[in-house]
């Protein structure tokens, strides 16, 4: 047999996404659910490859994120949230308009959008891919990787939050499905801070 045999080559991309995962510092369930490897074989990857890193990774415990109204809870994570949401959009992670519950955005089609919400190790590279252009436009971000996943996760099912636009401006808002308040974004609606 040789290295590259199709089955290999899908083992190296599991091993790949799940060292990605983990300088993001996922959680080992996020890691397990993206990838398919064991608890064991993740925490063995973690100290053969970045147990000894120049920079400390952490290693979170608990549960995943999983309240969306954490994504509302200050002005500036709401606009955070709506520039993630665009970048997990325009790089195909998230599915198009019809799969998304008949939203207004609409979004160029690409060779790689995923329309289903399992996790699979191509979406799974784009969403790391994603958050690395979200963290390279806001240094700052207060979103981490955990919360980038569950955004991602949750805009894909479309069952607790939405993408949508701004009535008066056009502005992608990142809004909460059943939500009895017009969709409008913070400057417009007047609440912005001055």
């Keep these: 047999m040789r290295i590259c045999d199709d089955r290999y080559h899908r083992e190296r991309l599991r091993m790949e996404l799940a060292l990605r995962f983990l300088r993001h510092e996922a959680r080992t369930q996020t890691i397990r659910a993206w990838t398919g490897?064991?608890?064991?074989?993740?925490?063995?990857?973690?100290?053969?490859?970045?147990?000894?890193?120049?920079?400390y990774l952490p290693r979170h415990r608990g549960k995943s994120p999983h309240q969306v109204t954490y994504f509302s809870r200050s002005l500036r994570l709401q606009d955070e949230t709506a520039t993630l949401a665009s970048v997990l959009s325009l790089l195909g992670v998230l599915p198009g308009p019809a799969a998304a519950g008949g939203t207004a955005v609409q979004s160029a089609p690409t060779p790689q959008a995923c329309p289903d919400a399992a996790p699979a190790l191509g979406r799974g590279e784009l969403l790391c891919q994603?958050?690395?252009?979200?963290?390279?436009?806001?240094?700052?971000?207060?979103?981490?990787?955990?919360h980038a996943v569950f955004l991602a996760s949750a805009l894909t099912r479309a069952d607790q939050l939405r993408l949508s636009d701004c009535e008066r401006c056009g502005a992608l808002m990142v809004t909460e499905r059943l939500s009895l308040r017009r969709a409008q974004c913070h400057h417009c609606g007047g609440t912005a801070r001055t």
Excluded: C, G, N, T
């Design 37 to 55: 490897l064991s608890d064991d074989r993740i925490r063995k990857l973690y100290r053969s490859y970045l147990d000894h890193a120049r920079r």
């Design 130 to 146: 994603a958050f690395e252009v979200y963290r390279a436009l806001l240094p700052a971000a207060q979103i981490s990787f955990e």
